[in-house]
């Protein structure tokens, strides 16, 4: 794979031509910085296998070309930094513990203010993710997090570095792959406060965001952007990219404009609420049973299974979380509220801080589930392997099977060349086995009734069948070749006049926002979410205790109350009935078949007698 | 048409039962057993005026159609279930075997497509 880059004058100026602009939401407290200040206000730790983490380089005395140099490294160890001053959350620092209140009371204080969420997000989805969702949020309790305090210390440290230098920046990258010129603008935020800050999934320091410009070259020398890259949580593919041209792109001059998503900093095309589910996968063997189930009551039975659920539903359990990206706080770049800072160019030769740090940004919290754990800078991942944004930024975009205009053309002609050889040699193939299967066919016929011939007729039969089934196989790839030819010839008089694919025909699945309609809900409605789950629960413990004698029909009753209400509120009432009606139907086809059930097997033989009758019968009236 | 016949069907299983009941010897402190099945048929009056609503709005192509003859042929279920936990009465098995059928067919493919866009204009509600 080609990738090399241009030289550093002409990597800024492209950097500059096309770096976005990004609208945060009112609220958000953390803005791209550069690495440099952070790393400074930073302390470097290693956590060991079975130990206690040991500080390697204590705050203030760590640099960028100190961080590249990681001792005490051994299998299993980990390096990461600590940005959050441990001397402010300690209560017998002079005054920290009033600082940090101060600030956590200020900051409440001022979110309450800026920030109003939305519709609650657990109004937006079921009664089962929401219970999945209280035990996730007991689950951070054992867990490692991210300590409460850990959002006020880094605001409070970043504001002193910001008064030290108010600066916003990134850290841009610019390469050659597969004919494209990628622009990687990385974006370094000091704190992720999407769990404190806006009831999101997680709470970590540092954290990395991209966002990439593909460019395409002309014969002339100019460049011309082509498509653009948001990375959102840990999405990729051909959805992250929309093409220059797509009316969802905003763009202020050549600058796309990012709306950044409150605390999580993931980057969309549009401003708006975004629900995000985090996916638990059903264990393999239950999944396999539920998908067979699926199968037949789908293709069996022809029966309805729903919108969105054809893809065999291996996760069963989510757990939702409303991203914010309204863009209405602060805005950075061109026409906004503040002006970027000259970049921090990550050039050829890669900058020792990005490729010899293998560690993680921020506090290593030791979660399983890693959700709370810092990222690993721009050129890793979290387990030290090099991430594919950094190796392949092209394939993680889902580009790499897309070629720059320049050179479509080209690959259409190639393509159509190879299959046209393909067609050729196939049709030569075809004549030969035809000929040969007419002369077995001849042959064949020679023999037929000559009882002498008879072991040698049964084993032409078997070639005779196995060459047509290959001939049929092979005149199939010419009629197949021979109809993509033709496509392949349409499409390139299609582009030679100068028309181009649908702007959004890769997309599969956009991210799209909740929309007016989603976002207009009662106040009764929220209510009823987010006290629902609990109330069920003490109903329940209310029948087990008052109600033992009709425990079964009450806990009926009042599950399909629960039931009913939700439905209502959550415009499904056509699910319930229908979710409820087959498994009411099921009961009762298990109580008929154990009431009748030597009654249904001699019903059953009779119908299949009659039947063979009815078909003979027929038969002898033709 | 399914709907109306299972309407049909209710009112001559409710009227099979009146005529066996043996009304001149009716004796209030001890029911016969063909009176309390009778007394508890009345459960079904209300799943039947739904039927009756849900072809007539089918016959009308009302989009609402749908979820009344499911929520009927649910209710009916239910009843019959109900009463199949308590005095297990011989006309609930016919009603239970009809209204399964009735919950497969409303849920078919090809049914549930017919009324998906007025279901999806109304939020699935």
Redesign the interface.
């Known amino acids: 794979m080609k990738t090399e880059s241009p030289g550093v004058e002409a990597a800024t100026a492209l950097l500059r031509r096309f770096e976005p602009v990004i609208r945060s939401t009112t609220g958000d407290k953390f803005y791209p910085m550069d690495v440099e200040p952070y790393v400074r206000a930073c302390s470097l730790w290693v956590q060991r296998p079975g130990e206690e983490a040991v500080c390697v380089v204590p705050g203030g005395k760590l640099s960028l070309d100190r961080l590249a140099q990681q001792p005490m490294d051994e299998a299993g160890a980990v390096h990461f930094l600590k940005f959050t001053d441990t001397e402010d959350l300690r209560s017998d620092s002079p005054g920290g513990r009033l600082r940090v209140f101060r600030s956590r009371a200020k900051d409440r204080k001022e979110s309450t203010r800026a920030f109003r969420a939305g519709r609650g997000r657990l109004a937006r989805v079921g009664y089962f993710s929401r219970f999945v969702d209280a035990l996730y949020s007991i689950a951070l309790l054992a867990r490692g997090r991210v300590p409460g305090e850990s959002a006020a210390a880094a605001s409070v440290a970043y504001e002193r570095i910001m008064a030290g230098q108010e600066h916003y920046r990134y850290h841009g990258r610019v390469l050659r792959q597969d004919g494209w010129i990628v622009l990687q603008y990385w974006l370094f935020y000091p704190f992720n406060d999407w769990r404190s800050g806006f009831f999101g999934a997680n709470d970590h320091e540092a954290d990395w965001e991209k966002v990439f410009v593909y460019l395409s070259e002309t014969e002339a020398g100019e460049v011309r952007p082509e498509w653009v890259a948001y990375a959102a949580h840990n999405y990729t593919g051909d959805n992250l990219r929309r093409r220059w041209d797509d009316p969802e792109l905003e763009k202020v001059g050549e600058h796309p404009v990012i709306y950044v998503g409150a605390g999580s900093h993931a980057s969309y095309f549009a401003p708006g609420e975004y629900l995000t589910e985090l996916t638990l996968p059903l264990p393999s063997p239950l999944a396999r049973v539920a998908g067979a189930i699926r199968t037949f009551w789908k293709t069996r039975l022809g029966q309805y299974v729903g919108d969105g659920e054809e893809d065999g539903g291996s996760g069963y359990f989510s757990i939702p979380f409303v991203d914010y990206a309204r863009g209405d706080g602060l805005s950075v770049g061109e026409g906004g509220d503040r002006a970027w800072d000259e970049p921090r160019l990550i050039a050829d030769p890669t900058p020792d801080w990005v490729s010899d740090y293998r560690g993680l940004w921020g506090l290593y919290a030791r979660d399983p589930f890693e959700g709370e754990d810092a990222p690993a800078g721009p050129m890793y991942n979290r387990d030290k392997s090099v991430s594919r944004a950094w190796y392949d930024p092209v394939g993680w975009a889902g580009l790499d099977k897309v070629a720059p205009p320049t050179e479509t053309l080209e690959a259409i002609l190639e393509q159509r060349a190879d299959i046209i050889s393909r067609c050729s040699t196939l049709r030569t193939e075809i004549e030969d086995k035809s000929r040969q299967l007419k002369k077995l066919g001849a042959e064949l016929a020679a023999m037929r009734d000559r009882s002498h011939l008879d072991a040698p007729y049964r084993a032409g039969t078997r070639r005779v069948a196995e060459l047509s089934r290959e001939l049929d196989r092979l005149r199939g790839k010419l009629a197949t070749d021979e109809a993509i030819s033709e496509s392949l010839a349409e499409y390139a008089d299609r582009l030679r006049a100068g028309e181009r694919d649908q702007a959004r025909a890769h997309i599969s699945r956009a991210h799209k926002p909740a929309s007016e309609d989603e976002l207009r809900v009662s106040r009764v409605a929220e209510a009823w979410a987010a006290i629902s789950v609990s109330l069920m629960l003490i109903s329940f413990v209310g029948i087990a205790m008052f109600e033992r004698e009709h425990i079964i029909s009450m806990l009926v009753f009042s599950i399909a109350f629960f039931a009913f209400v939700e439905a209502g509120f959550r415009g499904r009432l056509v699910n319930l009935v229908s979710s409820a009606n087959i498994g009411l139907a099921v009961v009762a086809t298990l109580i008929i078949f154990y009431e009748f059930f030597w009654q249904l097997v001699v019903a059953a033989v009779l119908v299949i007698g009659l039947y063979v009758l009815w078909d003979n019968l027929r038969e002898l009236r033709r | 048409m399914l709907l109306i016949l299972e309407v049909i069907g209710l009112v001559l299983l409710g009227g099979y039962e009146f005529l066996q009941v043996d009304w001149r010897d009716i004796d209030l402190r001890t029911l016969q057993p063909q009176a309390v099945e009778l007394a508890v048929f009345a459960l079904f009056i209300p799943s039947a005026i739904l039927t009756l609503l849900s072809a007539l709005s089918f016959l009308f192509l009302y989009r609402r159609g749908?979820?009344l003859a499911?929520?009927a042929?649910?209710l009916s279920?239910?009843v019959?279930?109900w009463l199949?936990s308590w005095f297990q009465p011989g006309y609930v098995?016919p009603i239970?075997?009809y209204?399964?059928l009735m919950?497969?067919y409303?849920?078919?493919?090809?049914v549930?497509?017919v009324f998906r866009t007025g279901?999806q204009a109304?939020?699935?509600?």
Do not use: F, T
């Open positions: 749908w979820l499911a929520i042929q649910g279920l239910a019959c279930l199949y098995y239970m075997a209204c399964v919950i497969l409303l849920n078919s493919q090809d549930r497509m279901q109304s939020h699935e509600n």
